[in-house]
């Protein structure tokens, strides 16, 4: 079963509000699941392939991200002074430029400071890029390629942004490394720094800052440390006794499935298969 028939999304609420929320279910498993903690993180390791989690497509400016405080971790629309976030158009750009998600059974600790940033994570899991062409939908659980990384620095936190590439566009099997991803993609790298540092000017907080003194970008192998890294570090979040995120999981034997039944029922959940 592909991954984008395994995982139905279940949405709920008012799509552009602080109402919504996109619950995953596995049709597999037949039970709700949370993206965070239950979908593995790699599909091959030793093929630099892993599982992406397709928050918000290419081309569109609503900012949906995993929920890391609610139960099962849907997805819903970052709120800032009370309002659903939405992302600016920076010419020549249309909302985002490329699918945007994250990897799950990662986490970038708060509490650690990053030895390559001297920053701090910013308590969610590791953010990712799709360069690839295929256009895809929130809630798409998709397989990437590792090809990079960028280290960006956000209101003084660490915030990685892996770099892969959809495996369901012809020319993945040309990129390897960031080289190869020039020669095939001219001017995308350019053009991800340039949106990155820029897209928070227009709301008026002016430009993100990046580690490294200006050799922003990292090839895969260094990405892949950086994943690994985050991998731990969730590992070592979901062991703990006390935890401040909703560790609230199907796959969790210590999770009462009573009380996500409740939820379900209060949130009026209806699975279309």
Same mark, same amino acid.
């Given at each position: ?5 395994r ?5 709920t ?5 602080t109402?919504?929320?996109?619950y995953?279910y ?15 993180l790699?599909n091959?390791q ?13 081309w569109?400016?609503?900012?949906l991200?995993? /929920? +890391?405080?609610?139960?099962l971790?849907?997805? @819903?629309?970052?709120?800032?002074? $009370?309002?659903?976030? &939405?992302?600016?158009?920076i010419?020549?750009?249309?909302g985002?430029?490329?699918n945007y998600?994250a ?6 600790d708060?509490?650690?400071v990053?030895l390559h ?12 890029i ?15 390629k590792?090809?990079?990384?960028i ?9 990685w942004?892996?770099i892969?590439?959809?495996i ?8 390897s ?13 350019? /053009? +991800? ?6 897209? @928070?000017?227009?709301?008026?907080? $002016?430009?993100?800052? &990046?580690?490294?003194e200006?050799e ?6 260094f ?5 690994n890294?985050?991998?731990i ?9 006390a ?15 009573s ?15």
């Amino acid at each position: 079963m592909s991954l984008v028939k395994r995982y139905a999304l279940v949405e709920t609420g008012s799509k552009y509000s602080t109402s919504y929320a996109a619950y995953f279910y596995d049709n597999v498993l037949k039970s709700y699941i949370s993206p965070f903690h239950d979908i593995p993180l790699f599909n091959d390791q030793k093929g630099y392939l892993a599982h992406m989690i397709v928050e918000i497509p290419r081309w569109t400016n609503a900012k949906l991200e995993i /929920n +890391t405080k609610s139960t099962l971790n849907p997805i @819903k629309q970052d709120v800032k002074k $009370g309002k659903p976030r &939405f992302v600016n158009n920076i010419f020549p750009f249309h909302g985002y430029p490329w699918n945007y998600g994250a990897l799950p059974q990662t986490w970038e600790d708060p509490d650690y400071v990053d030895l390559h940033t001297g920053a701090k994570g910013d308590n969610d899991p590791v953010d990712i890029i799709d360069i690839g062409c295929p256009l895809t939908q929130t809630g798409n659980v998709v397989i990437v390629k590792i090809v990079g990384c960028i280290a960006l620095i956000d209101e003084g936190e660490t915030d990685w942004k892996i770099i892969g590439i959809n495996i369901d566009d012809p020319r993945h099997e040309k990129v390897s490394c960031l080289k190869t991803l020039k020669d095939n993609f001219p001017g995308i790298l350019d /053009n +991800t720094i340039f949106w990155l540092r820029n897209y @928070k000017v227009p709301c008026g907080s $002016g430009q993100n800052k &990046f580690a490294f003194e200006g050799e922003y970008l990292k090839d895969r192998e260094f990405a892949m440390e950086i994943i690994n890294c985050a991998n731990i570090s969730w590992k070592a979040l979901v062991a703990r006794e006390a935890c401040p995120l909703s560790l609230a999981r199907a796959s969790d034997p210590k999770c009462d499935v009573s009380k996500h039944s409740v939820l379900i029922n209060e949130v009026n959940i209806s699975l279309n298969q």
